[in-house]
Structure formats: structure tokens, C-alpha cells
């Protein structure tokens, strides 16, 4: 069985959950440009992974992975070539 290809991707500014309370790292509490890590096939209500700039990780419950996959879609919606640059955004913000 191969790995799923996930992509961390930065969010901007503070993230926050679905009725809108913060979302920090539980272990050094950085809430800015968190990178969540979206498995581009799952659409589950699994936690997503998240980790910040200082390379710790976890499994986040208020942010299921159903919700990257609609973060996914408004970024296409804006930016339509982002998947032909997939490779250099998991090279520049990580892959799996």
C-alpha cells in the first residue's frame, strides 16, 4: 500500500476553528502560520495533522479533514493553476 500524498499547507494568519476559536500548537503555543496538512483524498471528519514553524506536530480534533479539502477548493477557486505547481508547494512547504 502506498502512502497518500499530503501537502502542508501554511495557513494565513491565525488559524481558528470552526466557530471560530483559536487553534494554537499544544506544546509552544503558536497560533501564526500553522501549516495543516491536507491528504488530498480524505474527506473523513479524522483530525488533521498540523504542525508550526518550530516543527511540532499533532493531530488536531477541531479540524477535520473535510475541512482542507474545502480550504483546497476556495484556493482553487482563486488560484486554478495552483495544482500544476503541486510539486514545488510540497517541496517548499513540506510532503507527507
Known amino acids: 500500500m502506498s502512502e497518500p500524498a ?3 499547507w501554511p495557513l494565513p494568519g491565525r488559524a481558528v476553528d470552526q466557530d471560530g476559536r483559536p487553534i494554537a500548537c499544544p506544546q509552544c503555543g503558536a497560533a501564526d502560520r500553522l501549516l495543516l496538512g491536507m491528504d488530498l483524498d480524505d474527506h473523513t471528519d479524522a483530525p488533521s495533522y ?8 499533532w493531530a488536531e480534533e ?5 475541512l482542507g ?4 477548493a476556495g484556493i482553487l477557486d482563486i488560484e486554478p493553476g495552483i495544482l500544476a505547481r503541486l510539486d514545488d508547494l510540497q517541496r517548499e512547504h513540506g510532503a507527507g
Not at 50 to 57: A, K, L, P, Q, V
Open 6 to 8: 499530503v501537502l502542508r
Open 69 to 72: 479539502v474545502l480550504l483546497l
Open 50 to 57: 498540523m504542525s508550526c514553524r518550530s516543527g511540532h506536530s
Open 62 to 66: 477541531r479540524m477535520p479533514r473535510s
